[in-house]
Nanobody, 118 residues
Framework: QVQLVESGGGLVQAGGSLRLSCAASGNIFSIEVMAWYRQAPGKQRDLVARVTGVGRTNYADSVKGRFTISRDYVKNMVYLQMNSLEPEDTGVYYC????????????WGQGTQVTVSS
């Protein structure tokens, strides 16, 4: 089992910045991919950014050039630096971890609210 705890959400004006953090604990050696998803009100949960075990990153088109995902393999943390925030970035942000087991298992944090005011 893997436990994920997010922090760093809040209310920010458009154009501002926030940094989300996610702490992983438990069977961390099984984690291959860590990612951030967000869910806006009334919408599905979508991938924002992901980072693999070797540091390869992918971003949603809507956040490219504004958000940066990073991973600290020693502290078992993953971060999401969000710059130039837009009202459309509002939502609940969830930390996700995917195991490297034969049948991958998804783990989720409880989510942290990000609200961007115009």
């Amino acid at each position: 089992q893997v436990q994920l705890v997010e922090s760093g959400g809040g209310l920010v004006q458009a154009g501002g910045s926030l940094r989300l953090s996610c702490a992983a604990s438990g069977n961390i050696f099984s984690i291959e991919v860590m990612a951030w998803y967000r869910q806006a009100p009334g919408k599905q949960r979508d991938l924002v950014a992901r980072v693999t075990g070797v540091g390869r990153t992918n971003y949603a088109d809507s956040v490219k050039g504004r958000f940066t995902i990073s991973r600290d393999y020693v502290k078992n943390m993953v971060y999401l630096q969000m710059n130039s925030l837009e009202p459309e970035d509002t939502g609940v942000y969830y930390c996700n971890a995917v195991s490297s087991t034969l049948v991958p298992v998804n783990y989720w944090g409880q989510g942290t609210q990000v609200t961007v005011s115009s």
